[in-house]
Structure formats: C-alpha cells, structure tokens
C-alpha cells in the first residue's frame, strides 16, 4: 500500500512539472515578438501594443519614424474628419497586411498639438474578395 502512495505522489508531482513546463513555454512564447505590430490580429491589440511606444508627449516626428519602422506609410492630416473626434488635425498611419485573397488595412491616426503626440485611435478592416 506504501509503495501505491509513493507512486500516486510521484505521478502527481510529474504532471505538476509538466504543466508547469508548459505554462513557461505559453508564457515565453507570448512574449516573443517585442512589442512589433506585425502580428497584431485586432484593434485592440494593435492599440495595446502602440500604447506603449505612442506615450503622449512624444514628437511628433519621433512618432511618425516609429510607425514607419512598423510598415506604417504615414501622412500629415489636416482639418480632416476622423470618426468620433468630428474635423481634426492629425497623422494617419496606414498599413496592409496578409495575403491574396484576405488583407487587413490598418488606419492610425495620431493626433497632436502641433509637435508632440496628445492621442491616437486605430481602425482596421479585412478586405476580401
């Protein structure tokens, strides 16, 4: 009966180490792509993933070479209409990714007090046939 009890403790804490294993593998790979856009799959994480590099403050010119490096192709907007922000002054940032026959267009716009970065908003849409 001893030798069944140590056998149970030993199958438990084998299973314990491998989901473990598993989780810091999940984890790591999660972790893998240092903050780049270029997987980002919605909205959201596209905006989770620029909150951190378009910190409000941040110049303007230094905010559009960011983008640039991301693929973006950025271009000064001025009294244009923006959805939810009415006609505004700002940097919009687009960029496609995916291939034939889905794409996904991302649409940034960075808005700003005439240098430095106040704001910005992310649009996407899947373009298909």
């Known amino acids: 009966m001893k030798s069944s009890v140590v056998h149970k403790v030993k199958l438990i804490s084998y299973s314990s180490a491998?989901?473990?294993?598993?989780?810091?593998?999940?984890?790591g790979l999660g972790g893998c792509n240092n903050g780049s856009?270029?997987?980002?799959?919605?909205?959201?994480?596209?905006?989770?993933l620029l909150t951190v590099k378009l910190t409000?403050?941040?110049e303007l010119?230094?905010?559009k070479a960011l983008m640039e490096k991301e693929g973006?192709?950025?271009?000064?907007?001025?009294?244009?209409?923006?959805?939810?922000?009415?006609?505004?002054?700002?940097?919009?940032?687009?960029?496609?990714?995916g291939s034939p026959p889905i794409f996904r267009i991302w649409d940034v716009a960075i808005f700003h007090d005439?240098?430095?970065?106040?704001?910005?908003?992310v649009r996407s849409a899947l373009k298909y046939p």
Request: proline fraction near 2%.
């Open 56 to 58: 409000k403050g941040l």
């Open 18 to 27: 491998i989901i473990l294993t598993c989780a810091f593998i999940l984890l």
């Open 72 to 97: 973006f192709n950025c271009e000064v907007k001025e009294k244009t209409f923006w959805k939810k922000r009415g006609v505004v002054d700002f940097l919009e940032c687009k960029r496609t990714d």
């Open 37 to 48: 856009t270029q997987d980002a799959e919605s909205p959201q994480i596209m905006k989770e």
């Open 114 to 121: 005439g240098t430095k970065v106040t704001d910005f908003d």
């Open 61 to 63: 010119s230094a905010a």
